[in-house]
């Protein structure tokens, strides 16, 4: 019992996650202001891909008798704020943009990763959180990739 409230936790923070991630690339769509179109492009496909993630673990939660976490984590908002902050300093340049989408990129792999470390969470679950972490890498990779062209 205690072990399944754990997972629960651990899957409602990857929820969560997935949360900040949808809502940083909303804010950074906005900051581009209606130009960059491959980038909105690139951040809409990015909300999809977490969008899917948080599903997938939300049906989980359901199966293990949980419930779906709501809203996003206190660093997320605290994130998004400094991407506001930042940008009246800066504009709403690519490069900017592309740094600060690079940072949730990375905080998103750290969450993961934790998740992982976890020595309660089922194999089933620990190799659909892998997987989705491989996928998250290779948007990590492609935004990393971009924020140094644009340096």
Wanted: aromatic share 4%; with cysteine; glycine share 6%.
């Amino acid at each position: 019992m205690e072990n399944t409230k754990a997972t629960i936790e651990t899957l409602n923070d990857l929820i969560m996650i997935n949360n900040d991630r949808i809502a940083g690339y909303e804010k950074a769509i906005e900051e581009l202001n209606g130009k960059e179109t491959d980038l909105t492009v690139l951040f809409d496909q990015m909300i999809d891909e977490s969008r899917e993630m948080r599903n997938a673990l939300g049906r989980e939660i359901q199966v293990l008798g949980g419930e779906m976490a709501e809203g996003t984590m206190t660093s997320g908002k605290i994130y998004r704020a400094w991407m506001d902050i930042k940008a009246v300093f800066t504009g709403h340049d690519r490069h900017t943009v592309l740094e600060n989408c690079h940072t949730g990129e990375h905080a998103a792999q750290r969450a993961y990763s934790d998740a992982l470390e976890e020595e309660t969470m089922p194999h089933f679950l620990r190799n659909m959180i892998s997987n989705q972490q491989q996928t998250l890498q290779s948007s990590h990779d492609e935004i990393k990739a971009l924020t140094e062209q644009t340096a």
